[in-house]
DNA sequence: TCGATTATTATGTACACACATATAAATACT
DNA sequence: AGTATTTATATGTGTGTACATAATAATCGA
């Protein structure tokens, strides 16, 4: 006897939206009738309409039931992995120079993002990330020596911040933006590029809770391309 | 009495990662172990530290167990919406303009992204998406009619490929490349911008099951950012 | 007729149990 | 010693039940 996996109920239910067997802006059955048609447990349907609903493909509401969205809103992830990894898993050599560190007051768009008092020092780093030698990545970061107090204590010309955090600063959410910018003349001269080339930016911002923990741009080299799945 | 629910069991797994109470490289006790500690059912344990570990906070292996991996790899997703939806969302007028639409052979680099053979005949739309009657997005898409035949008698000057698509040949599956470009002239002009103005760039692939069904690069226009979460 | 209150109902989740499955570890075998 | 086989174990998943919760639909009252 086979049994029904949530898996399989999942590919069915995607095979009848995708079918149009359950049309954009239709109801669809509910579990229990589906647990019976599919021969299964309730358990089993909830699993794979739970997962289909995080993916953007079915919209589940209580007691109002489930329905295929008439304009669905997909889903893309991206890994964010420590810089050093990544250069790795593309076959080149990876080095690292810190090119300045100090503590100061940081900038106002700073301070707002992390939702700090203007006047609180902090830990400003730049430091560039190379691939086989060639100016990979520019991090541009600040760091909010409150939410991780051992950074004081950790060389940071030794390992990259960002290796360091992704360590030692376990954060559970962040935002991220993702945006194309003509490379300033500083950012430029460091990534050995010619001024106003376009180039990869990343800014995230990172919390424990509600503190703040650190802001970062990382400006990539022309070139760069990121990966992400649906 | 209080019932402990999932997310109370990863908050406090969280709590303990951050902690490093469950310290980096550390094997965390088994589900049983941990349900009985926080008295509750092994089901609940399992959801929460399933959870973690698709968000890439844990790594678990059967037999192996779970422990907490030394160089977490986190997981940011960002929306795929529809191009109008986007647009309105940020309280723009949204207005389109199909450029151009032909059914031809795609270029060699198309053919391949797609796993086709290279003298298929494809749709290839060209078309330029407005916000307040400024540029704000340029769409150079191909689609393979065969995995999609009622394209043929859409009308691709009224309503977007974008949107048609995301209404009628719901994917699976689908990957997603994002780069900075410089503006090349032809698309500088469509966005009217100065040529080699930096852009943010998507080019992605859809797929439903095995067969491909479209494949689009989306030039934005300069300044464009793109929100994710972690 | 309208607004507040009360059912009704579909999803969300917890639990106890059972078995499946991958795989590390131990054992037997050559 | 090295390899193949077996065993033990942690996670993965399905089932049936029970109750919680949100939100719609029905009902009631002014």
């Not at 902090?122 to 970061?141: G, K, Q, S, V, Y």
Request: include cysteine.
């Amino acid at each position: 006897m086979t049994t029904i996996t949530w898996q399989s109920v999942q590919a069915e239910a995607l095979r009848r939206i995708r079918s149009r067997e359950w049309p954009p802006g239709a109801q669809i059955p509910h579990e229990a009738d589906l647990a019976t048609e599919l021969g299964c447990a309730r358990a089993t349907v909830n699993r794979a309409l739970r997962d289909l609903a995080s993916a953007g493909l079915l919209d589940r509401k209580r007691k109002a039931g489930t329905r295929v969205p008439l304009n669905p809103v997909r889903k893309a992830t991206f890994d964010i992995p420590i810089i050093r990894l990544d250069v790795q898993a593309r076959g080149l050599p990876y080095t690292y120079r810190l090119l300045h560190q100090t503590t100061a007051a940081p900038p106002p768009d700073v301070a707002q993002r992390l939702m700090l008092p203007g006047d609180t020092p902090m830990i400003h780093i730049l430091a560039l990330h190379l691939a086989a030698n060639a100016p990979f990545c520019l991090e541009d970061r600040w760091i909010n020596p409150a939410a991780t107090p051992h950074i004081t204590t950790a060389d940071l010309s030794e390992i990259s911040a960002n290796e360091w955090l992704v360590q030692n600063a376990a954060f559970t959410a962040g935002d991220v933006a993702l945006s194309a910018i003509a490379a300033p003349p500083a950012t430029a001269h460091h990534l050995n590029c010619p001024p106003g080339a376009p180039l990869f930016t990343v800014d995230r911002t990172t919390w424990a809770g509600a503190t703040p923990i650190t802001c970062v741009r990382l400006c990539y080299a022309p070139g760069h391309q990121m990966q992400a799945k649906i």
